[in-house]
């Protein structure tokens, strides 16, 4: 499996926390030295290990915003 690496620029905020500490949460990373785009997943409680997540570019990230707004919650 090829290697990546990634830098957290931005910490946005944090959409919940698991019994065990783990969080879900909103970043903006720069992945194999990239723009930065936003990032949603879930992180260790150190940091240091994530989970599964998704990837957004800037106009990615405004049209979920305006599909969110739309929606009846």
């Not at 783990?22 to 949603?40: H, P, V």
């Not at 260790?44 to 106009?59: D, F, H, Q, R, V």
Request: aromatic share 10%; charged share 35%; net charge negative.
């Amino acid at each position: 499996m090829a290697e990546f690496k990634y830098e957290v620029t931005q910490k946005h905020g944090k959409l919940s926390e698991s019994s065990k500490g783990w969080t879900t949460e909103l970043r903006s990373i720069s992945w194999n030295e990239k723009e930065a785009k936003y990032d949603l997943r879930e992180w260790a409680p150190n940091g240091e290990k994530m989970g599964k997540g998704i990837t957004l570019s800037t106009e990615e990230l405004v049209k979920l915003k305006e599909f969110l707004n739309n929606m009846e919650i």
